[in-house]
């Protein structure tokens, strides 16, 4: 029996959408407002979801607490308050997209969460804007 476990996680951060290889009118162009020299924030909300075959003795699929303690490690500790571009180097040479965003979570969370499960991501950028990655 195959069955999925999420938690719902909330981090605040700023960044600024910018493609260097682009003139600022062409940024302009594509990103408008999301293109601001001063950066503009979200409050991101984050749903990570675990798959997989429930544990026959514990009857888990996973330790929720274990879980919540990776995504405070590994994104809300990383990424809360900070400005993706200029304070977290996995957006040093990565426009910090919420597409990129959702990515570089799994990847972090993907090197915790044993490898018989499979992860997904949903990343809310705003209450109508967000994106899903599962891997693949």
Known sequence: MEIAVSRKAHFNAAHRLHVPLWTDEENFAFFGNCNNKNYHGHNYDLIVTVIGEVDPISGYLIDMKQLSTWIKQEVEDAFDHKNLNLDCDEFKNLNPTAENIAVVIWNKLRS?????LKLKVILY????????YNGN
């Open 125 to 132: 950028e705003t209450e109508r804007n967000f994106v899903e």
């Open 112 to 116: 915790k969460i044993p490898t018989h």
